[in-house]
């Protein structure tokens, strides 16, 4: 079994579009710079300057981010691992199948047991719901493939 990715993205950008954010955020990072050197005397009389800078320099680590695609959400399916980026800020992570104790499918979400007792939950999104089936028989397969214990489970209010 080869690695199978499945994108979890509400949008899919061009190259267009992954440009303009990488020019933007560069911008959002000169200006942040320059605003700290033109209001270096100011920064220590009001600390609240310091909160624009803050945003400035996020923002635009953000926006370089997405425009390099390591933003993107994402679910791959190996032959022993699943690796997974449930949050377009955070790293993705990777698990050992010889790591999961169980897995639990709702409709909309996904439940990861982990035999240290942990849990990790990934969330589908109701966006693009003609992803989830094919993502569901991947994690079938998977658990199949490694002995895994697969719940299919209903969500009940």
């Keep these: 079994m080869e690695n199978t990715f499945f994108s979890l993205e509400v949008n899919r950008n061009n190259r267009f579009i992954r440009i303009f954010q990488i020019v933007f955020g560069l911008i959002c990072a000169v200006l942040a710079v320059v605003w700290l050197i033109l209001n270096l005397d100011s920064l220590k009389s009001n600390s609240t300057l310091w909160f624009s800078i803050i945003f400035l320099l996020g923002f635009a680590w953000y926006q370089i981010n997405?425009?390099?695609?390591?933003?993107?959400?994402?679910?791959?399916?190996?032959?022993?691992?699943?690796?997974?980026?449930?949050?377009?800020?955070?790293?993705?992570?990777?698990?050992?199948?010889?790591?999961?104790?169980?897995?639990?499918?709702?409709?909309?979400?996904?439940?990861?047991?982990?035999?240290?007792?942990?849990?990790?939950?990934?969330?589908?999104?109701?966006?693009?719901?003609?992803?989830?089936?094919?993502?569901?028989k991947g994690i079938e397969n998977f658990c199949t493939l490694n002995d895994l214990k697969l719940e299919f489970r209903k969500e009940e209010l």
Excluded: C, H, W
């Design 66 to 136: 997405s425009g390099l695609g390591k933003g993107d959400k994402f679910i791959e399916i190996g032959q022993s691992t699943l690796k997974f980026k449930k949050n377009s800020l955070l790293p993705a992570k990777e698990l050992n199948a010889s790591d999961i104790k169980k897995v639990e499918i709702f409709p909309l979400s996904m439940v990861i047991f982990l035999k240290s007792g942990k849990k990790s939950i990934m969330r589908f999104g109701t966006t693009y719901t003609d992803i989830i089936e094919p993502i569901k």
